[in-house]
């Protein structure tokens, strides 16, 4: 059943903020610029637009593939040679808009075309019956054809009022069967290209957390940091964002009671690249509804 009057609108129109705050921020994106001041800037450009962030605004460079922000005592510049990837989740009234590019300082153009050709064609396959075991068989011939390794472990996800993470899950390498898209399913397709293994591990940074249970807390600064998250619904946020000089003790705090989850940065193999390209997608009767386009 597809979305009522009121979601379709908010789906959409948050659609639109998210693909014009992408083309316009990845205009940003050059050598000798600071991430710090270019993270803070596009996640400014959303707030100006009236909208909220899904998530922190995930750049991760070259063989990281996702999970990176900045950090609040960020140094990192954009040097040559660097494939970054901005991933940018703009909700209106927690009804959400996923979307993803890859920008190349380097030259990796082939890169990059193997996961936009990926996207583009899983799209292109979207509609009622077809199953997500097709879409992923499609991406990875698409990747596979020019030379590189979908990123097996990572995969495209179901969206639904303020939740980044819900069935169906959409593979990036081909399997039998899988979910059989109906109409009405809002997810985001989002391939991975990799020069690596094809498969990404975590690494010790970690920037970006979730809360994802409710439970009595004793620490004092916890118990800040909870309340400066809660009209976030239980979407991601940044470490940055919550900043006090007492953040690092409660994340731990909150991490061991099982109240809040880390989200490590993903990456492969040291000195392989990855692009990724990603847009949010709702399925109709006859095909799909791309938001973010």
């Known amino acids: 059943m597809m979305p ?71 140094q990192r510049i954009f040097s040559g040679g660097d494939v970054v990837k901005l991933d940018l989740g703009v909700h209106l009234e927690g009804y959400i808009a996923d979307t993803a590019v890859t920008i190349d300082l380097g030259d990796n153009a082939l890169l990059l075309e193997a996961s936009e050709a990926a996207l583009t064609n899983a799209i292109e396959m979207v509609k009622p019956g077809v199953t997500s075991g097709a879409l992923g068989r499609i991406i990875q011939h698409e990747i596979e054809a020019r030379g590189y390794h979908p990123i097996t472990n990572l995969t495209g996800h179901g969206l639904a009022r303020y939740s980044i993470h819900t069935p169906p899950s959409i593979p990036n390498i081909s399997y039998q069967g899988g979910a059989i898209l109906e109409e009405g399913m809002v997810f985001a397709i989002e391939p991975f290209a990799s020069t690596g293994s094809g498969r990404v591990s975590e690494k010790r940074r970690i920037e970006i957390f979730q809360q994802t249970a409710v439970k009595p807390v004793r620490l004092p600064s916890a118990r800040k940091l909870l309340e400066s ?65």
Request: hydrophobic share 40%.
């Open 4 to 74: 009522d009057e009121d979601a379709l609108s908010y789906y959409c129109d948050a659609g639109k903020i998210a693909s014009a705050v992408l083309e316009k921020g990845s205009s940003l994106i050059k050598i000798g610029n600071q991430v710090l001041e270019i993270v803070e800037s596009i996640e400014q450009m959303v707030e100006d637009q009236g909208a909220g962030l899904a998530f922190p605004l995930n750049l991760s460079f070259n063989e990281d593939a996702a999970h990176d922000t900045a950090s609040s005592e960020e």
């Open 229 to 293: 998250v809660r009209k976030r619904h239980g979407m991601p946020f940044a470490r940055r964002w919550v900043g006090d000089g007492k953040q690092d003790l409660a994340l731990a705090s909150l991490i061991n009671q099982g109240i809040v989850r880390s989200y490590p940065v993903l990456s492969d193999v040291p000195g392989s690249l990855v692009s990724q390209h990603e847009h949010t997608v709702i399925v109709t009767s006859d095909g799909c509804i791309v938001t973010t386009a």
